[in-house]
Structures are given as C-alpha cells and as structure tokens.
C-alpha cells in the first residue's frame, strides 16, 4: 500500500505527469480554476485510492488478528488503549462539542467567501462545501485561500514566503532556523547523524513518500527527518513541527526503550506544534526579520487570527473523523461494502464537505490520505490541537507573556523551556495526566485554552455571520456540485480517454491554465 502511494501519479497528457509533492500538492494551494483542481482532486483520489482498495480489505482482518493476539477486540481498541483512559471516547466527543460552534462559524464564512468566487453553481450557501475548493488535497487545513479570506487585506501580508525566497531560504537555512529557535528554549541542537543522514529535499533518482515524517533509530543518537522541503511559510511550520519529534527523541534518549514514547501520541504531535504558535506570530516574524513592518492593531489581529483558524479550526473535525471510520472499520461496524458511503458520511457530518464527483464503491477515498495505507493511527492530531494550546498558554505565562494569548512568543524564554524539558525527558515513563499535571498543573485535556486564543476571531466571525443572516451548518446535507460541461470524468480510471480528441485538448487547457468560462473571476494560472 505505501508502494502504491508513494509512485501515484496523474497524467494529465501521456508526456506528463504530476506527483503528490510538489505538483498536485502546489495546483490545490495555488490554482483558482473550477476545473484544475477538479482535475488535480479526482485524479489522485482514482490513482491512489482506487488500486489500494483491494490490500486494505485485506489488511483489516490481518491488523486484527495482531490486535486480537495481544488480547484486544480489534486494532482500533488497541489503539485506543494507548491512552490510558477508561472515558476517552467520550471525552473526545466532549471536546468537539465544545469546539463545533467556532468551526461552524469558520466554515459558514469560508462558504459565503467561495461563493463569491465560484458563484451559486457549485457553491450552495445551505450545503456543504465541495472537498476540492479549499486548498488541501483532503480539505484538512484551508491556510491555503487565505488570500479570497482575508478580512482586511490592505493591511501588511502576513505570508512570508516571497521574504524567504528573497532572502535566499533553502531546506538547510529552513532547519537551522527551526533548531534556533530550540536552542533559544535552552533544548538540545540537533546531532551530527540528524544533519548526516536526513532527507531534508526531494531526491532526483527514486520515488519516495514526500509526507514529512520524523526517525528515532533507538541507537541514542541516530534521529533523522524524511522530508521534500519546499520554500513556504506554511513548511517552516511543518520544519518546526518534524523538529519537535526529535527534541522530544533527543530528551528522552535515556529512558529505557519501553519509555521512549511521548507521554501519549498528542503529546509528540503538540511539540512542535506549540512551538509553531510563537513561530507564526508577527512578533517573531518581525524578530528573525522576515516581517518588515510590525503593525499592532486591531485589523491585523483579525487577519493573522483569521489565517490560524484556517489552519487550526479548519483541521479539527477532520483530525477527529479519520479514525472514527477506521474504528468503524476494525470493529466490523463499517463493512468493505460502506467504506467510501461511510467516509463520505462522515465528511461531511463533521466537516460540512462534499466529493465534487460521484464516488462510488469503485473508489476508496481513504486511501488518498497517507496515513490510511501507512497504517498511522490520526485521532493524536485531534489529541495534539488541544493539548498545544494548553500548553502555550503555559509556556507563554511561565515566560512573563502579557497581553492576547495569540500575541505570545516564547522565543528565547529559558523558563518556558524549562517546562518543556520536563515533559520531554519523561518520555512515557508515567500516565499522561501525571505528566500534564506536572507541567501545567491540570490533568485534563480541555479547549479552553484554545478558545481563549481565537476570542477575538470568534466575535468577528459570529458578528460577520449575523450581518449576512448565514446559515451555520449545512442542512442541505445531500446537496453535490454539477459536473462542468466537458469535464472528462473518472480521471485516471478511463486511460481510453486519451484515445479521444476532445479530451485530449480538453486536458491540454487544463495543464496550461486555461479560463474556465463556466467559473466567474477566474483568470488564467500563472
């Protein structure tokens, strides 16, 4: 199955083809056209799903046996076990219950935005929002179209990777500004054997899985990054998120080899992630001068809160609905023959999304994400985008932060680090409530913290919302997109269709970026 996914392709014309990273993967940031992205969209989900099907209904049974042989019921209840909590489940659905106003509130302003854009025809003000309008392969996280979003965008833009690129940033000045920031914490710089033996760019001579990924070799100093670094603010983040892997590898290298795990997998996931939040702030921009001009006002609070709840609101239903079907899946509940109804069911219960083609049973839209075929269990990313506020909230007081949570940065805080390091060296040598309880002095997770930090986002959203009299959800809940005229469909699974003229030129426009007349204000791709 990794096989599989990581030599996917889409061809869009015989002599062409786009990879996950960087091509399909720049076309869904970057692309405007209706049709493009339809294109780029369905066109990975029929390469790389599709051939999957057949191993995953294999694979299930097969995971669990393993799980079963260790005294679970099925896989997804080992999985769950790691987390030492008899009321876990419920607690999850608790903390999304807290969380889904803001996301409806996000999700209903984003919608209102993409109508602008697209126009009644593909976007229906009391429906879901098509899957690939919003800027991620997997609608995961919608930073990416930021630029049709932004509330006030006569002020400064808070997007630095044209700075980066002027500046001469590569992968290497990437990470080396990532382990600064770590060892401004008074945490380990990376060894020798990380600098060594990384995959920090895209090699040129084999196929491999882009999707970032961090190595603990369990030697005490053999710990590497797998990643095809581009030059984005957005993977200056993902830098200092893989770095926060091996810190915590770096910090608990001591313990014994059963402890050598985050406290549970959220706590390895928030890490880096914490660090990310002071990271991205204007102040810290400004400070390793990738800002030019720091503007404090209220507007641009608005705009950099705005571009974070793209990113960390936008991902929560979907961090929290993977392995809700994949439980499904490995308790029998969800059977081969509902695998796409179900995940699509779930797609959009949760995220208010829709596929923009049929799918059918022929398709198998999970396996278009990494982390299904890769067998990586997903709900720590839901665990981890609470844990992390809780913990910036923390960092920031121990660090004599004042003023807005989302203004703090803990650069340099020797004392901030000093919690870190903490939690870090303890590795998993106790319950996580232990661990939480000693850092930040509660052993809950709870999102408090987090809707303390998007407060403000949150009244100009409900405020926004109001004046436009817009619906929050989506009752029309079946509701689809039309196919566009002409569109040639089931990419990837009708190869004949190279034998037809009309395709042919019909792919053509869509490679070089044509205008779409069927999508108002679309112009030609760069």
């Not at 070799?217 to 998120?241: A, P, W």
């Not at 406290?263 to 990310?276: K, M, Q, R, T």
């Not at 075929?373 to 121990?398: D, M, W």
Request: glycine share 6%; net charge negative.
């Amino acid at each position: 199955m990794d096989g599989i996914y990581s030599k996917a392709k889409v061809s869009p014309q015989p002599n062409i083809s786009w990879s996950l990273e960087p091509d399909l993967t720049e076309i869904m940031a970057e692309s405007r056209s209706y049709k493009k992205l339809l294109y780029a969209w369905e066109g990975w989900h029929n390469e790389s799903g599709v051939p999957i099907r057949q191993y995953y209904e294999e694979f299930v049974p097969l995971s669990n046996k393993a799980s079963q042989a260790d005294g679970f019921a099925d896989t997804g209840a080992d999985w769950r076990s790691w987390y030492e909590t008899a009321t876990f489940e419920q607690d999850l659905e608790d903390l999304y219950r807290t969380v889904a106003p803001l996301y409806k509130q996000l999700h209903a302003f984003v919608r209102r935005q993409l109508y602008n854009q697209y126009g009644p025809k593909y976007i229906n003000l009391k429906g879901p929002i098509p899957a690939h309008l919003l800027g991620n392969m997997w609608a995961q996280t919608w930073n990416n179209i930021y630029d049709m979003m932004i509330p006030f965008p006569n002020k400064p833009d808070i997007d630095v990777t044209e700075q980066m690129k002027n500046q001469s940033y590569d992968a290497i000045k990437m990470f080396e500004t990532a382990e600064n920031f770590f060892t401004s914490l008074d945490l380990l710089p990376m060894p020798e054997e990380f600098w060594n033996k990384s995959m920090l760019v895209k090699p040129d001579d084999r196929e491999v899985v882009c999707h970032a990924s961090a190595w603990d070799f369990y030697n005490r100093k053999d710990f590497r990054i797998k990643q095809c670094t581009t030059v984005t603010m957005e993977q200056l983040f993902t830098v200092h998120h893989e770095m926060g892997h091996v810190q915590y590898y770096l910090q608990y290298k001591d313990q014994p080899v059963g402890f050598r795990r985050g406290a549970n997998p959220g706590f390895h996931e928030a890490i880096g992630d914490v660090l990310s939040l002071s990271v991205s702030t204007p102040k810290h921009l400004h400070a390793i001068k990738l800002l030019e001009t720091l503007t404090n006002d209220e507007e641009t609070d608005i705009n950099y809160l705005l571009k974070m709840a793209l990113e960390k609101i936008a991902f929560l239903p979907f961090g929290y609905l993977i392995d809700q079907w994949r439980w499904d899946v490995f308790s029998g509940r969800t059977p081969p023959s509902r695998y796409n109804a179900d995940w699509w069911y779930l797609r959009t219960k949760y995220q208010g999304i829709c596929p923009p083609t049929r799918r059918t049973e022929d398709h198998f839209d999970p396996g278009a994400k990494y982390h299904i075929p890769g067998n990586t269990p997903y709900i720590r990313y839901f665990v981890s985008f609470i844990l992390q506020f809780q913990l910036h909230e923390k960092l920031c007081e121990a660090a004599n932060h004042t003023g807005p949570l989302h203004t703090c940065d803990i650069y340099n805080s020797k004392e901030a680090g000093a919690i870190l390091k903490k939690i870090l060296q303890a590795g998993s040598s106790k319950p996580w409530p232990v661990v939480l309880q000693d850092a930040i002095g509660i052993d809950k997770m709870n999102a408090s913290s987090l809707m303390k930090y998007f407060d403000p986002i949150i009244k100009w959203l409900e405020n926004k919302n109001k004046m436009k009299n817009e619906t929050l959800g989506w009752p029309d809940f079946n509701w689809v997109p039309p196919i566009p005229e002409g569109y040639p469909g089931d990419i990837g699974k009708r190869r004949e269709l190279w034998h037809s003229k009309h395709t042919t030129e019909m792919c053509q426009s869509i490679v070089n970026g044509c205008t779409d007349p069927l999508t108002p204000n679309v112009g030609i791709e760069k």
